[in-house]
């Protein structure tokens, strides 16, 4: 594993990785900025570039762009009280009333810092974390990770939306997905139709871009979000002075969001939430916050960007996204031929570590790009949605046909971009689905594989020789009526206020 460590630490020093994770940074800022747009819909619409690219270089972009959309959203919601992601809505509070004093640059200033100081330390606690998990998954075999990935389903579908009666429906439907084309096993033809072109199973590429990317486009437009004045930077700079007084503040907050990104189906909108009320709890002055107080945006910048590197433990170790963001990760790994589980660091440990070093580095254009761009991307918040939703369009089109260059695959995209737009109206969500669909076929194999070992007595084979996978059998229930009733209690909590 060390070893493992050590050569992916190497590996991870290309000058076209840090290009491309610039380039990514950069992309995930300038969406990030855009009221409306969000840091899904560019990871969907981008996601094609990574397949052509090799993994140490690929999955780095789209890391760069998941961190770059996430700081991105704080300057719409400091500058125009539009957060231009869900994580930076605690932002729009204090951060647009600084604005309102003249004070926009300071604002952005511990925005950048807050973020980058959240980021880079839960990238190195990630990279601490996986040490010990990944060298207990690496004992599993076939019985286990077919557990495993079974009690992945039950958490994903009891998570990700707030009725788990919908999330399991959609989950029903992306199995049944991963069923069509041909059998791992037995090598025959299902639910194909007689159709040739189904016979390789349903593309993943346009199924993602479909499902995340144009409802997000769709819901744009529904929006009508254009910002009719000018967003400007005014006031000083951010004194150091300052910065020490919100270190406490930022530590905390950043402690939030790194114990909010191991956990499944929370996400950076509860991250900041949460850092910021531990904030204002906390304060001598809690009567200063909502109006101008720079350590509420230090507070919710810090902890919504802590959880961008420890969503990646669950999934890497486990294969079990945290949220839609990390699911097109999900997918972009499994398209790279890296599958996210208990066999990935024994397969490709060296890559996986790459990919994790070149995530903390990425921290140091993170501050160059920020610093530099922030005049830029104020400018860019009053760009016209008018512009840009047809070039948005144009590449997820041009993304979904580019890969395999068959128009097949752009019928897929319109079929699962009109479903997954039915789904948002319906209230349904659409990661069950997307998960349900690519954990489907490792499930399958795995199971198939098991129930050869056993000699078709799976339940006598788990007592006596697979006591491991028996443990995650009996827990698997357990977990998923714990995240029910949880889930439950937040949306009762929600709907009383």
Partial sequence: MIDQFATGFFMAFRLDTFFMMGVGLFFGMLVGSLPGFTTLMAMAILL??????????????????????????????????MPGTGAAV????????????????????????SSLFGDFTSDILTIMMIFPIALLVMQFGPPELAAILFLSLIVIAMTAGSNPVKSLMMMTAGLWLSFVGTDPLG????????????????????????????????????????????????????????????????????????????????????????GY????????????????????????????????????????????????????LLGAFVAQGLRPGPQLFEEQGAVVFAILTAMVFANILFLIIGYLSI????????????????????????????????????????????????????????MPMVMGFILGGPLEYAFGQTMAMSNGDLIGFAISQRPSMLAILIITPLIGFYLWRRMANMSRVSNAH
């Fill in 375 to 430: 005049p830029f991307f104020a400018r860019i918040v009053t760009i016209k949605n008018s512009l840009l939703i047809p070039a948005v369009i144009m590449f997820a089109f041009a993304g979904s046909f580019v890969f395999r260059s068959d128009p097949v695959d752009l019928l897929m995209l319109i079929g699962f971009g009109a479903f997954g737009i039915i789904a948002r109206i319906a209230r349904f969500e659409v």
């Fill in 187 to 274: 090598g025959v033809e299902r639910f194909t139709f007689g159709s040739f072109e189904l016979r390789g199973g349903i593309p993943l590429l346009p199924m993602l871009i479909g499902l995340f990317a144009l409802p997000e486009i769709a819901a744009v437009v529904g929006r009508r979000v254009d910002i009719a004045q000018t967003a400007k930077i005014v006031g000083e700079r951010l004194h150091l002075a300052e910065l020490k007084r919100c270190m406490r503040t930022i530590l905390r907050s950043t402690a939030i969001g790194t114990a909010i990104g191991i956990v499944p189906g929370l996400g950076q909108v509860v991250a900041a939430m949460l």
């Fill in 48 to 81: 094609p570039v990574s397949f052509f690219l090799d993994p140490i270089v690929g999955i780095p972009f789209l890391l760069g762009i998941y961190k770059g959309g996430i700081f991105g959203g704080s300057v719409p919601a400091i500058l125009v009280s």
């Fill in 90 to 113: 605690a932002t729009t509070a204090d951060g647009h009333a600084l604005t309102k004093k003249g004070k926009s640059r300071k604002a952005l200033d511990i925005a950048l810092f």
């Fill in 277 to 328: 009320t531990a904030a204002k709890n906390a304060s001598d002055h809690p009567e200063t916050f909502g109006k101008g107080e720079i350590e509420g945006v230090a507070a919710a910048e810090a902890a919504n960007n802590a959880v961008n590197g420890p969503t990646l433990v669950p999934l890497l170790t486990l294969g079990i996204p945290g949220d839609n963001v990390t699911a097109i």
